[in-house]
């Protein structure tokens, strides 16, 4: 029997608290879980602490158990230095970082689960359904595992790897408040992004948590059909309902809003696509608008030509269709950007690099 199959918790997975709770039982000191946890969070394994003694460890081993991702391929970009890691999980499963260079310091790109069940048309994340959720620590354990092999600090995390992180939920808002952690990565909620395809009853229960991170959504169409058609999600939480989320979302947290829009030739990237959008991201967030930077909530579009991805058929955008596009959201006042392709010769838009790793099979995983 493994670890994971007795009770054992996962050590990279527990709060300061919890720690010092446990060890206590063992006669342990307060200021000990302090010290393993800062040591944990810096990518000690706890056999190499030379501050803790062989009674801590012990008391460590009998209640916990420690694994980090183990990095199967790195991938460097010879054009802006993004790398691309391939982890292996304590089962033998695979799943994405990537750590780019933003103007504010490193950022990791994360997993969230060993694929996704929500079934988007264009990516290659959702192929083989879910397979399981990450637990926390192996959330954690990406970046833990990215700065140990780097040598480096990262400042920040955009939850847009592979799976969806609200269907994640509970280990996900635990690792939101474990990276948080002072005596930990010590990451601040305003540099971390979370994107979400729209589980809007989870939005409500993020939203009431009052975490200053942003959050990010996959919308990709401003009418139902469209997106209906290129995103399951959207029968069970339509536009409306959606963008009804992010108006309370901001009502409730003064956090911006950014919205992710995937350009597919053909499919959503018409200029009357374009002013569609506008109008409705107008009409539902900033009906006091006044100006281009007028109005109630702060948005931003993000324009991603698709990444092709062979198992989808669908074609990016001309660039000019793609400029055309941005150009009249800015026309209507909603400020867009077209995503910079970071690392385009590793091919670091998630979910390819395990799906090459796992040949054409695919693995039988869950769908929505
Ligand atoms: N499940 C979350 C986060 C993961 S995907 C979500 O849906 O937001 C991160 C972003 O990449 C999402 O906006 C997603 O729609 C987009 N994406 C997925 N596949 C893509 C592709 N082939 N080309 C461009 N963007 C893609």
């Known amino acids: 029997m493994t670890d994971r199959q007795t009770e054992k918790r ?114 290659a994340s959702t192929i083989g359904g879910r397979v399981r959720d990450l637990d926390t620590g192996e959330l954690v354990g990406q970046i833990v595992a990215a700065q140990k092999d780097l040598g480096v600090r990262i400042a920040g995390i955009v939850m847009m790897g592979i799976g969806e992180p609200l269907d994640n939920y509970d280990n996900v808002v635990r690792f939101l408040r474990l990276v948080n952690h002072p005596d930990g990565l010590n990451i601040g909620y305003r540099h971390i992004s979370l994107s979400t395809c729209g589980l809007v009853d989870r939005i409500y229960d993020l939203m009431k948590l009052d975490l200053p991170i942003t959050l990010s959504i996959s919308l990709h169409a401003a009418d139902d059909e469209t997106r209906s058609s290129i995103m399951p999600v959207n029968k069970r939480y339509p536009i409306d309902t959606l963008l009804d989320a992010c108006a309370s979302y901001f009502a409730h947290t003064g956090r911006r809003i950014s919205f992710e829009y995937t350009l597919i030739a053909g499919k959503n990237d018409s200029p009357k696509a374009a002013v569609a959008l506008a109008d409705l991201l107008n009409r539902k967030l900033r009906p006091e608008r006044r100006g281009p930077e007028g109005g ?16 989808t058929g669908f074609t990016h955008s001309e660039k000019a269709a793609v400029r055309r596009f941005a150009e009249i959201l800015e026309q209507h006042g909603i400020r867009a950007t077209v995503r910079r392709r970071l690392g385009s010769d590793i091919n670091a838009s998630c979910g390819q690099l395990r799906r090459q790793a796992l040949g054409a099979s695919g693995q039988g995983g869950d769908a929505l």
């Open 10 to 123: 996962d050590l990279l997975g527990m709060l300061p608290e919890e720690l010092q709770t446990e060890l206590a039982k063992y006669g342990e000191p307060s200021f000990r879980a302090k010290q393993i946890f800062s040591q944990l969070h810096r990518g000690v394994r706890p056999d190499e602490m030379t501050n803790i003694g062989a009674a801590a460890k012990e008391a460590l081993a009998s209640f916990s158990r420690y694994y980090l991702p183990q990095p199967e391929q790195k991938l460097v970009s010879a054009i802006d230095g993004t790398v691309k890691y391939l982890f292996r999980l304590h089962d033998g499963n695979c799943v994405e970082s990537v750590v780019m260079k933003y103007e504010h310091g490193l950022t990791i790109c994360i997993s969230s689960q060993v694929g996704c069940r929500m079934g988007c048309k264009f990516c």
């Open 296 to 311: 109630a909530v702060p948005i931003h579009v993000n324009l991603i030509p698709v990444n092709e991805v062979s198992e």
